[in-house]
């Protein structure tokens, strides 16, 4: 299984990104889909997560409101659309799958496959 995630970048506060992570070796219509961040010296944290079929959707309160996450499965690509990005967005995105019921969504140990992630740095 593989996870390439793609789009990160530097921007300016306010501004925004797309982020792409495109899937191969699994069945991408089984399996929900989520991104995390972590910043240096942080937990890799929660920030948005969808269900196989778009059914459902979470995310973080730091990100409510301002990203969107999003699915193709006919292309295996999850995407996550940031706005308003700030400084405390910064950090290294990374998106994963798995099959959690939905209780466990935003937890990270409910993700069996990682990407290996990509840089966002937002500037003040």
């Known amino acids: 299984v593989q996870l390439q995630a793609s789009g990160g970048g530097l921007v300016q506060a306010g501004g925004s990104l797309r982020l792409s992570c495109v899937a191969s070796g699994l069945t991408f219509n089984r399996y929900s889909m989520a991104w995390f961040r972590q910043a240096p010296g942080e937990e890799r944290e929660f920030v948005a997560a969808?269900?196989?079929?778009?059914?459902?959707?979470w995310y973080s309160d730091s990100v409510k409101g301002r990203f969107t996450i999003s699915r193709d499965n006919a292309k295996n690509t999850v995407y996550l659309q940031m706005n308003d990005l700030k400084p405390e967005d910064t950090g290294v995105y990374y998106c994963a799958a798995g099959t959690p019921i939905n209780t466990y969504m935003r937890e990270r140990s409910a993700y069996g496959y990682w990407g290996q992630g990509t840089q966002v740095t937002v500037s003040s």
């Open positions: 969808i269900k196989w079929s778009s059914s459902g959707i």
